[in-house]
């Protein structure tokens, strides 16, 4: 028992550091996918199953509720916060590079979205904690499928990704780490998943016109409507089907030829991806402001896009240290000794602040004292 748990922790902090990489590397060239082939297709292979990996294994972490483990509202809280501190970060950087000042207190496409779902998750994990997994799965599957045909199931609230991505959260929820090792163990697993990422890989640079129409599904907050709009006619469930069956086998392919073993350094920072995530995008925005992406890009092809791959991997392995992950371990200490009648008024507080601010129109004169820099 004790080498399977030593395996599956190291074996999963190393898929937790390739993970949070990838979502860096997503965000690094996602400005330059309109100047560079090569670019545009790596974006297309890692948003096919990034967000659904990083859904699964928090899912399948979570630890199960009964009536003995009930949902715990701390936690909620904490996850609240750090969505708002996101969004905070996110709209000073936009600032500080000159566009205009906005803030969307319900919903909004930035990453502060995952940790939004993450909460209507375990709520809806604990909501359920008596029906039978298969009932869970299976209507959690349907939803998202045809969660796309409702156009007001978008950023607004992040109803879109919580329906399109649910079913990945309970896939995990309803496993155990060491019942995933089982099955990739499989060679049949391995062969049918490695050969499914590798087909995949193959059709994102030698095909990619055809692969590219699924991005606006793969972000999981577009309806099918919009995809209709941008890409092609008669967008639908069966659209959503091809999309969940790319996205398990690449994530399972992930978890069979990820290694059991210790990576000195690298499987501790395996441990800190919050931080990463929480961190990047802000640290970004600011980068954005100095000289530093103009002179990387000046360069000139292929030396930018080789720096900006090491800059992406070196801003993870920096973010994952503990000196970036100490404030939110500090806030989640903090958060986790107040009573759960604080805890409701910081998860609520911020939603009835931006009603208020909207509904009096005071919202619009405090984006109006930011306008956008010409």
């Not at 909004?108 to 375990?122: A, E, K, N, P, R």
């Not at 941008?230 to 069956?245: S, V």
């Amino acid at each position: 028992m004790t080498k399977t748990l030593n395996e599956r922790i190291y074996k999963f902090d190393n898929i937790k550091l390739l993970s949070i990489f990838l979502v860096v590397v997503g965000h690094v060239i996602e400005p330059y996918i309109g100047k560079s082939e090569l670019f545009k297709s790596l974006f297309i292979f890692i948003y096919s199953f990034h967000m659904p990996l990083f859904i699964f294994i928090s899912g399948l972490f979570q630890k199960r509720f009964t009536d003995t483990n009930k949902l715990k509202i701390n936690k909620i809280a904490y996850f609240v916060t750090l969505g708002f501190l996101l969004k905070i970060l996110h709209a000073l950087s936009k600032v500080a590079r000159g566009k205009a000042f906005s803030f969307d207190f319900f919903g909004g496409g930035s990453i502060d979205w995952f940790m939004f779902v993450l909460c209507m998750f375990m709520i809806t994990a604990y909501l359920t904690r008596k029906l039978h997994p298969a009932i869970v799965l299976s209507v959690t599957f349907v939803l998202g499928c045809v969660s796309g045909y409702v156009d007001v199931f978008n950023d607004t609230l992040w109803l879109s990704r919580y329906f399109v991505f649910m079913p990945f959260y309970f896939a995990g929820y309803y496993m155990t780490p060491q019942q995933l090792i089982k099955i990739e163990k499989n060679w049949i697993t391995k062969i049918i998943s490695g050969l499914s990422m590798l087909t995949f890989f193959v059709l994102c640079f030698r095909n990619l016109r055809l692969v590219y129409q699924l991005r606006m599904l793969f972000t999981g907050k577009n309806p099918f409507s919009s995809v209709e709009k941008y890409y092609f006619d008669g967008c639908g469930a069966h659209h959503r089907l091809l999309c969940y069956l790319i996205s398990a086998l690449l994530c399972m392919a992930v978890f069979c030829f990820i290694p059991n073993i210790k990576v000195p350094i690298l499987s501790k920072m395996g441990a800190n991806t919050l931080s990463v995530y929480f961190w990047h995008v802000p640290l970004i925005g600011l980068l954005k402001t100095t000289p530093l992406f103009t002179l990387i890009f000046d360069l000139g092809d292929p030396l930018y896009k080789i720096i900006l791959l090491t800059f992406a991997l070196l801003l993870t392995l920096i973010l994952s240290l503990d000196i970036f992950m100490y404030p939110l371990s500090l806030l989640n200490k903090l958060i986790s000794k107040l009573k759960p009648v604080w805890c409701y008024v910081l998860i609520f507080a911020p939603f009835v602040i931006g009603a208020t601010l909207h509904l009096s129109g005071a919202y619009e004169r405090i984006v109006a004292l930011f306008p956008a820099k010409k």
